[in-house]
């Protein structure tokens, strides 16, 4: 079982539809949860940043977390054209546990299309 | 913000040469940078974590004489891609972080295409 996993879509919307995309883990001792979206050709850039469980919400998007099931979404509401990218979860344990070099564990990112 | 560049972005070259790919940390000092390589539709690879001022940690499989990284300073690390090859054409990611237990910022990739 690999320590992340996520859908690759891709998964194509409407645009003003609310988009749910999802990743769930097996390492109990990741903590910190982050969303990246990637453009085409482009490095990623960090989206959202959470700590255990919870949501935590930035305009559009809304980042939760659920660590008793292992999974955590990024909610878009209202999605544009311009939200049309990849999005990647990505998640640690800092190395706070013995043996783990706290490098970030990523997910394979979704596809996302949002159709005007 | 946090804002990271990459140099160059874009580079082909023919099979045998070596290329050099800069990346630095503008507007922060990065105890740690990273290396990624990226194939069409595949995740992030990483490659190898420098910390600055020492040797950096390669993952598993990948050549550490293949790939060269030199993390000289606060700001700045090179990856020099030795003997380039076909195989070798990828998307080059580069990332850095302020602290230990500090995300990390993405610069926006080279590509490297060789002939």
């Known amino acids: 079982q690999k320590e992340v996993e996520q859908d690759p879509g891709p998964l194509s919307v409407p645009e003003g539809a609310i988009v749910s995309l999802n990743c769930t883990y097996s390492?109990?001792?990741?903590?910190?949860f982050m969303w990246y979206r990637q453009y085409s050709r482009k490095g990623p850039e960090l989206l959202m940043y959470?700590?255990?469980?919870g949501n935590k919400e930035d305009g559009r998007f809304t980042a939760q977390v659920d660590k008793s099931s292992k999974y955590i979404s990024l909610f878009i509401r209202d999605s544009q054209p311009s939200d049309s990218a990849t999005y990647l979860c990505?998640?640690?344990?800092?190395?706070?546990?013995?043996?783990?070099?706290?490098?970030?564990?990523f997910g394979k990112g979704t596809k996302l299309s949002v159709k005007p | 913000g946090a804002v990271v560049s990459q140099h160059p972005s874009r580079v082909i070259c023919k099979s045998g040469t070596s290329v050099k790919i800069e990346c630095r940390s503008l507007?922060?000092?990065?105890?740690?940078m990273f290396w990624y390589r990226q194939f069409p539709k595949q995740s992030l690879m990483l490659m190898a974590t420098?910390?600055?001022?020492?040797?950096?940690?390669?993952e598993q499989g990948v050549e550490k004489d293949k790939f060269l990284i030199n993390h000289a300073s606060l700001t700045l690390s090179t990856l020099t891609v030795t003997s380039a090859h076909p195989e070798d054409s990828s998307f080059y990611i580069c990332?850095?972080?302020?602290?230990?237990?500090?995300?990390?910022?993405f610069g926006p990739g080279t590509r490297l295409l060789v002939l």
């Open positions: 420098s910390n600055e001022g020492s040797k950096a940690t390669y």
């Open positions: 990505a998640m640690t344990d800092w190395g706070n546990y013995g043996g783990s070099q706290g490098n970030l564990i």
């Open positions: 959470t700590y255990s469980s």
């Open positions: 990332s850095a972080r302020r602290g230990f237990q500090e995300t990390q910022y």
């Open positions: 507007d922060f000092q990065a105890t740690t």
């Open positions: 390492n109990s001792a990741f903590q910190y």
